[in-house]
């Protein structure tokens, strides 16, 4: 019913309209996850704002659908608006988790965003650790994240949203939460470490999302030519376009691993904020 109060077109001709779609429906997701399930409310938060997140989504990608059966030898800049609303959605998406994360007390950050933390304490703990294996480790495990980002656009259409809004969510706990403990420990503003923390790992962090939505509209995009295009000559057309997107999605994320691991490498500042935390 949401998106019936605004025009999928006007979020096409002001993508800056998809970054408040992804705050604004974060928000209302937790809201709703907090009070109807106390006692396991993460995955139905991801669950509830891909839910509100999917109309506009499936809107948006129907129509690029279309211009990639066109278009034999396939440009990327030529979506490069759809590639922007996505990740402004996934930027708001992890800003709003941020948020309640830096405000929400520490008993009830932990209840709501369990799983999130757990991926905190598995990730994000490691970054004081660094071996010769790190940017192995972080492209895999990422590598698993871009395939199964493939995977379910392609067996649910355009389900890949999900998976963006998890991640985005996992990236926003993490930061909000490590801004949180490291304010406490050290007796500073949360929200000032929060905004350092975005500074340093925003690079990584928008350049890894940016693979997961190239690997989500691949999958998509091959999901839509299996089930509706007719023409062997279009179907074609439209694979060889994805295997296109895929690719550009995997040098993607190989940049993103590689600026990660210099991060996690060179960022003393960052090093110090985890190191109040009590993560290392």
Sequence with gaps: MLERLYNIELVKKKP???????????IIGIGIAAILFKKDPAIVTVAITAILLYPTIKGLVGSEIGLLSKTKHHKLRRHTKLVMIYLLIFLGVMIGFSLFSVMLPS?????????????????????????????????MHNLVVLGLAFIMAFFIGDGGIFLLVWNASVWGTIFGNLAK??????????????GIIL??????????????IFSAISGGVVSRSVISEKKANKKIVLIRNAITILVIAIVTLVIAVFIEQYVLINSGLYTQIIGLSGLI
């Design 107 to 139: 008993l009830a950050t932990n209840a709501l965003f369990q799983s999130q933390i757990g991926v905190l304490y598995s990730s994000v703990g490691g970054a004081g650790t660094f071996n010769s294996g790190l940017f192995g480790a972080l492209f």
């Design 199 to 212: 500074v340093i790992v925003l690079p990584h962090t928008l350049l890894e999302g940016l693979s997961y």
């Design 181 to 194: 403990t490291s304010a406490l420990a050290g007796a500073l503003n949360p929200f000032i470490i929060f």
């Design 16 to 26: 800056y309209i998809a970054f408040f779609l992804g705050l604004v429906y974060s």
